[in-house]
């Protein structure tokens, strides 16, 4: 099983709201990230975990919340998002290749 | 400083022809190089590595060190290939992906 599994596919929030998107994977990989990508442009960094903790935060903003329950589960909880903040996220694990989930298309209206 | 460099945003080729994608790297270890594919509206996915040295889907890429690429590569392009190529650089620490060329595949 190769598979990292991303839901919601699908996300539109208003910018009061709290929403959560979660990511799953049961390759034992110990390394977990999320990426942001917009249309055309390659994934950015946001968020890496390594053995359940928070290795690196790539200078994001507070209204993006990350955490790892669990080896196989990481979160990304959203909260007061801005317009800008639309865009395509991604998870991905790895342990040599990295494999990425179908991603979470976010809306903020 | 820019790891991974993809110096085509857009390339155009037709059906048949050979297709090339340039990646340059930046990197003074020793370099663990990828190329990923994003077909639309898909999850991105990889299509080599460098280790494995394998073709993928008729695509080959080479580690050249002395000259930092790792260019991919597919003798006769297939309308299927249009799709979004991403060099990727993997230090151990991080991941780096280049700015990613767009294949189109003209019938």
């Known amino acids: 099983d190769t598979e990292v599994t991303q839901t919601p596919k699908h996300l539109v929030m208003g910018m009061t709201n709290k929403k959560s998107l979660k990511c799953e994977q049961h390759m034992g990989h110990r390394a977990m990230y999320w990426y942001k990508q917009k249309a055309k442009k390659p994934p950015e960094l946001m968020f890496v975990y390594s053995y359940e903790k928070l290795s690196i935060n790539e200078s994001v903003p507070s209204r993006f919340s990350p955490e790892c329950p669990n080896s196989s589960l990481l979160n990304l909880h959203l909260h007061a998002l801005q317009p800008e903040d639309s865009a395509l996220y991604l998870c991905a694990s790895s342990q040599v290749i990295t494999y990425f989930g179908q991603g979470t298309r976010l809306t903020v209206v | 400083a820019q790891r991974v460099t993809q110096p085509e945003k857009l390339l155009s080729v037709f059906k048949g022809a050979p297709v090339e994608l340039k990646c340059n790297y930046s990197?003074?270890?020793?370099?663990?190089l990828f190329w990923y594919v994003q077909y639309s509206r898909q999850r991105l996915q990889l299509l080599l590595r460098h280790i494995s040295r394998e073709s993928i889907k008729g695509f080959t890429a080479d580690l050249n060190k002395g000259e930092t690429s790792f260019h991919l590569k597919k003798p006769f392009a297939q309308e299927e290939d249009s799709a979004m190529y991403y060099c990727a650089l993997n230090t151990g620490n991080q991941f780096y992906f280049g700015t990613g060329t767009s294949l189109t595949v003209i019938p």
């Open positions: 990197y003074s270890g020793s370099p663990e």
